[in-house]
């Protein structure tokens, strides 16, 4: 074989590389970093090229291309959501993604984000929690108890200082698992059998379920003054989990409104119910949480400014390690016009 | 480490395996079992999920995400389109693809795509020539001699029995590569100054030139009766490279229209300048060429429909060889709710 050249070379980060990275960092500080990391890129929100992900929808679930661009990098991730995979032992959720050069097109990193989306998206719940909840929060409730949420967990302790959870899954194994993953981090976990016993004396109410279909999983009469509430699990058509009545009393938050509108809790609204954008909030050109008995909600559905985020962080902290390895993707001929010849070389009993 | 599990690895093709590939099986029988693999998927357009591809612009080139489903089958591409990276010794287009299952979602294929882009380009060139080309044709002529232009000969003489290219390129050392990589190729090849020179006695003029503004490679008065035009350099707004006259006497066919009226040469016309799709001449539902004397033009851009055949091709073709690498790309946990448990088994001194 012809050695590629090194224009030729992406690293690429597989889970094993990135669950080494993260024990090497360390989930807490990881959680931390990335967070600052996704309020620094909401900040210079502006800059960047928006357009809602492409989704191809089936009976079953849906396939999602989430491009978006700073001017200096491009990323992109690949994500898939089907609810009933988890039945035939597989994820509900995987991912990959990319970052390339703009100036040139060329990649720069391929990376797993099954794990990094998981670790995002707790990320950018707490940065956003650190925002609108309500100051001196202690306690979360956690509705649905599957793969997100230990890191949503540990992600409000290490970003808000939450110190008690309380876990409610209609599964209650999937609620014994995450008690079980989260003995030794320090947090106070307390198994619930209904959501209303969940919320009791919680700040913070994340709601993370995953079934593709409408569901009401907290209804009006069991949120209070003051909550603020982080809804994770909407996240496509025909997806909710909150009655309208509670988005109502509201005060909403959204990442990009224009997705947010098909996939989130707001499209149970009108479309011109008003919205805040949480970059906005970042920047201090709107205003978050107006007093203590306020409702806030972020209506999170994901967007793909944060998956780039996360993949400028990888691309950062891979550097110096033996977290990634070289992949030979791209065709690299000495002559740049002469893909063909490159090919030609390469035939068996051609000497390299 | 963990050992991942099946589920986890996707088979992934590097450009050495592509390479390896294409020389196992030969490029001419690559190009006409591909060739028959798009036909295939023309012939069953309708049933294809279609987008204009994500395209993401920056005043040096742009870089694409493709995606189509057949409903059982996700694919799409990542590419990027920088005229100007020739200069610094790199490729003007670069590319990578994948397949994925719609039923659950996970990827089957992760391939190389720069080779395999030249090789679809010119099986599809080659495939639309067959139904739209003059019968008889013997002799082409190749305007532009970059990195597409051997695969289109080889792709022209193994599908529609040309024996002859006539090559012209701005840059006679473009020329002499393309005439020295085709020797032994059994084409009989004539390397010319000029694109007048070029196109003398050609049934077929294939037009791929890189330049990403507007050109006028060929011009009104260059063009006889009876000929087939393949233009395959312009391919996104503000690049084309025939003179609006000659569009105006051909007979247009094109991919998809809502792309190609945005990328290719009949940018250049009204918005409703009549034009027919290329699976309709396929299936039998609209008329190919017309008669000896009519100028045909397949406007081609490319469309993701192709690539997708290419990734089906690759995925079938790598079966039971040893062109491909399993890539630990997705996270695999025993319990599919138990990311987070996967990941602290992981930790540094765990056993696996």
New interface residues.
């Given amino acids: 074989?012809?050695t590629?050249s090194d224009?030729?070379l992406v690293p690429?980060v597989?889970?094993?590389h990135m669950?080494?990275l993260?024990?090497h960092i360390g989930?807490p500080r990881v959680l931390t970093e990335l967070a600052t990391c996704i309020e620094d890129d909401f900040r210079r929100w502006p800059h960047f090229?928006k357009?809602p992900r492409?989704a191809?929808h089936?009976d079953?679930?849906?396939?999602e291309?989430m491009?978006t661009?700073d001017?200096d990098l491009?990323g992109?991730k690949?994500v898939?959501?089907?609810p009933g995979?988890?039945r035939?032992?597989?994820?509900?959720v995987?991912a990959?993604g990319?970052l390339?050069r703009?100036?040139?097109?060329?990649?720069v990193l391929l990376s797993?984000m099954?794990?990094l989306t998981?670790i995002r998206t707790a990320a950018t719940s707490a940065m956003a929690a650190r925002h609108l909840a309500p100051a001196g929060a202690t306690t979360m409730a956690m509705i649905g108890?599957?793969?997100?949420?230990?890191?949503q967990c540990l992600a409000m302790q290490a970003i808000c200082g939450i110190s008690h959870v309380r876990l409610y899954d209609i599964d209650p194994a999937?609620t014994a698992?995450?008690k079980?993953?989260l003995a030794g981090s320090g947090l106070q976990v307390t198994a619930c059998t209904t959501p209303q016993e969940a919320i009791l004396g919680a700040q913070i109410i994340t709601t993370c379920t995953a079934d593709k279909q409408y569901a009401t999983i907290l209804t009006d009469n069991m949120v209070g003054a003051g909550v603020h509430i982080n809804a994770i699990g909407g996240d496509c058509p025909g997806k909710t989990e909150l009655h309208p009545d509670i988005l109502r009393r509201s005060a909403i938050f959204v990442e990009y409104p224009e997705q947010t509108r098909i996939e989130g809790e707001i499209q149970q609204l009108a479309p011109d119910h008003p919205v805040t954008e949480l970059w906005q909030v970042i920047t201090g050109q709107a205003q978050g949480r107006r007093d203590a008995r306020q409702i806030t909600l972020f209506d999170s559905v994901g967007f793909a400014i944060e998956d780039f985020s996360a993949l400028r962080y990888i691309r950062d902290r891979i550097k110096g390690t033996a977290f990634f390895q070289p992949?030979?993707?791209?065709?690299?001929?000495d002559?740049?016009?002469?893909?063909?010849?490159?090919?030609?070389r390469?035939?068996?009993g051609k000497a390299a």
Same sequence: chains 1, 2.
């Fill in positions: 074989m012809q590629p224009k030729a690429f597989s889970v094993d669950m080494g993260v024990h989930l090229d357009t492409v191809s089936s079953v679930g849906v396939i291309l491009p661009s001017g491009y992109f690949y898939n959501g089907h995979n988890m035939t032992g597989l994820q509900t995987t990959f990319m390339a703009v100036d040139n097109g060329y990649p797993e099954t794990l998981a108890n599957g793969a997100q949420s230990e890191f999937a698992k995450a079980r993953n992949l030979d993707l791209l065709a690299d001929p002559d740049p016009r002469d893909l063909f010849g490159m090919l030609m390469a035939a068996p």
